[in-house]
């Protein structure tokens, strides 16, 4: 099962999510390796003291201490500094619940640089963690109430270390966004500062984001772009009056997008290097090259391809969205090509999202930003559209939320990937 089944019910924990399988084998030469992606030589010192302590504790902030735990959490007290006093804006729409999640959540509001160092040591515990339930012996089966238990002790640990690990992920996802200069969209709600009623009223930061990418994968974020909104890809004044749970479900699709974009983005970009490029992709005109105009019914990416954008969920928007219908402004690029080179399994491998924690935070990150749906199913099968929210929004802000969902899913590769080198995760 691709990413794009998942999107389909991504938006909302009250729809059902499928998770894609997990057997997918990674290849080796996809692992994260972007310049800008923070590495250090050597660990440097937190300003904090640190110290373990008995699981499950935890203590709100007070006089500028926090105690956190998991299993084992930790007793975090930041060094003061002038720009802590006074309430803070919410630097991302999901709100972090674990301990762990908490403590990197003060680290990205105090001291972000030391997110990567402060991720490390957690990686180390849990890691060490997992190591520790592995050795431990089984009671007998003859144990009766200790067998059922020491299993159910497992299973709430083992869902606490998931919980942890996906919060993680999320946190150095916020943090490649700060490191960006580049500030999340907030949670959507009409703007109290605009009589319309308009929720997007964050800045646009289109050249800031289009830096993020490699020119190739830039050109297909334009097509993505052009397959959404049509002819409306240059109206920055024009406001639609849209369903939120269309606008959320694009936002969840293109996250996925991105995530699949940046995953063959990396392969093209290597066999770029070493020039082994198949010839069509390096600007030989071909016969995939002329037919690119067909769009979604090319036969090698056609249906893999509409599934993994979930086009035909934008295509049923209203007010005016996407007037010049599929394939509208799509224009023939490298990657493009080199993508649709791809054989149906190669294709449907690289369109899988590899992990379960994964797809949660597409799901929790998605429902944080636009609120959980109501879905009412009729008696037909067909989902009842009546108690739709509809938000007033302009083509230009749209066309940033896409923007963000893709970047957004390009950095949940990255960070997916550095994780797992350090803490296994990702079923291959």
């Known amino acids: 099962m691709d990413a794009a089944t998942a999107s389909a019910s991504v938006v909302g924990s009250s729809m059902t999510t499928r998770r894609p399988p997990s057997s997918v084998t990674r290849s080796a030469i996809l692992t994260a390796n972007e310049p800008h992606f923070l590495r250090f030589a050597a660990k440097p010192r937190l300003p904090f003291s640190i110290k373990h302590y008995s699981p499950l504790s935890y203590s709100k902030p007070r006089n500028g201490r926090m105690a956190l735990g998991s299993r084992r959490g930790m007793v975090v007290r930041a060094s003061s500094s002038p720009d802590s006093a006074g309430p803070t804006a919410p630097i991302a729409p999901l709100q972090m619940e674990s301990p762990i999640g908490q403590f990197l959540s003060q680290i990205l509001i105090s001291h972000p640089h030391l997110v990567p160092a402060a991720v490390e040591q957690q990686l180390e515990q849990l890691q060490t963690d997992r190591d520790a339930e592995e050795k431990k012996e089984e009671p007998s089966a003859s144990a009766g109430t200790d067998l059922v238990l020491y299993r159910r002790i497992a299973e709430v640990k083992a869902n606490e270390r998931k919980k942890a690990l996906e919060e993680?992920?999320?946190?150095?996802?916020?943090?490649?966004?700060?490191?960006?200069?580049?500030?999340?969209?907030?949670?959507?709600?009409?703007?109290?500062?605009?009589?319309?009623?308009?929720?997007?009223?964050?800045?646009?930061?289109e050249d800031k984001l289009e830096l993020l990418h490699s020119p190739e994968a830039y050109e297909m974020i334009q097509n993505h772009l052009a397959l959404i909104l049509g002819n409306r890809l240059g109206d920055s004044t024009s406001v639609a009056q849209i369903s939120k749970l269309r606008v959320g479900q694009v936002y969840a699709a293109s996250v996925m997008y991105g995530y699949f974009l940046k995953r063959v983005d990396q392969r093209f970009q290597l066999e770029k290097t070493m020039k082994i490029l198949p010839n069509a992709s390096n600007g030989e005109k071909s016969g995939i090259e002329q037919s690119v105009g067909e769009d979604m019914r090319t036969a090698g990416l056609g249906d893999s391809y509409k599934a993994v954008s979930s086009h035909p969920e934008v295509s049923s928007w209203s007010g005016g969205i996407s007037p010049g219908g599929f394939g509208h402004g799509i224009k023939p690029c490298r990657l493009r090509t080199y993508v649709m080179s791809f054989d149906g399994e190669t294709l449907q491998k690289f369109a899988a999202i590899r992990s379960k924690e994964a797809v949660s935070i597409i799901e929790k990150h998605t429902e944080a930003l636009f609120g959980r749906p109501e879905i009412v199913i009729t008696p037909q099968g067909t989902v009842d559209s009546s108690k739709d929210e509809l938000i007033k929004i302009s083509f230009n802000g749209l066309k940033r939320l896409v923007l963000e969902a893709v970047t957004f899913g390009s950095f949940l590769w990255d960070v997916e990937s550095y994780v797992d080198s350090r803490y296994h995760f990702v079923m291959n």
Do not use: C, H
């Open 168 to 205: 993680i992920l999320y946190a150095l996802v916020v943090q490649k966004f700060m490191d960006a200069n580049v500030s999340l969209v907030p949670a959507m709600t009409p703007s109290s500062t605009d009589p319309s009623g308009r929720v997007d009223m964050w800045p646009s930061e």
